[in-house]
């Protein structure tokens, strides 16, 4: 947890990363329950987002922290994942929800996005990856690996 604290403050300095702005504001994803939402719902506030799959063995076993940083009210920016259907060896919508409900953790905002488009434009490769956004939704900096 402490070493993910620690990312995520450099993360919050004011330093820019990223040479030109890529906005994720506009992009639409659905929630496990079927519901559209946008990212532009979390303006106002620096997003960390962990992006994952169900295959990759790295990312089951970071969830554990992605849950407990989920409830540390004091982090100071929203954390949500994205897991992206049919796209990279992900399964199907449907057969990621039912899987998802096996697990225990139940603090993480996990949503779908089912088009691929946070995957272009954060020019993520493979699993797990992690996004750095500005309160803005532009992005900061993308980071593979756990």
């Known amino acids: 947890m402490r070493k993910i604290l620690t990312a995520l403050l450099v993360f919050l300095s004011p330093l820019s990363f990223a040479q030109e702005k890529v906005s994720l504001a506009d992009i639409s994803l659905k929630t496990l329950d079927n519901q559209t939402v946008s990212l532009s719902q979390y303006q106002g506030k620096p997003l960390?987002?962990?992006?994952?799959?169900?295959?990759?063995?790295?990312?089951?076993?970071?969830?554990?922290?992605?849950?407990?940083?989920?409830?540390?009210?004091?982090?100071?920016?929203?954390?949500?994942?994205?897991?992206?259907?049919?796209?990279?060896?992900?399964?199907?919508?449907?057969?990621?929800?039912?899987?998802?409900?096996?697990?225990?953790?139940?603090?993480?905002?996990?949503?779908l996005d089912e088009k691929g488009e946070v995957l272009k434009r954060t020019n993520i490769r493979g699993y797990p990856s992690s996004v750095f956004l500005d309160s803005e939704l532009n992005i900061k900096k993308v980071v593979p690996g756990h």
């Open 48 to 111: 960390y987002i962990k992006m994952w799959a169900s295959w990759c063995p790295i990312c089951l076993a970071g969830l554990a922290e992605i849950d407990e940083l989920s409830t540390d009210p004091n982090k100071g920016f929203e954390v949500i994942t994205i897991v992206s259907p049919e796209q990279k060896g992900e399964k199907s919508s449907e057969k990621f929800i039912e899987w998802y409900k096996g697990l225990e953790y139940k603090n993480i905002v996990v949503l």
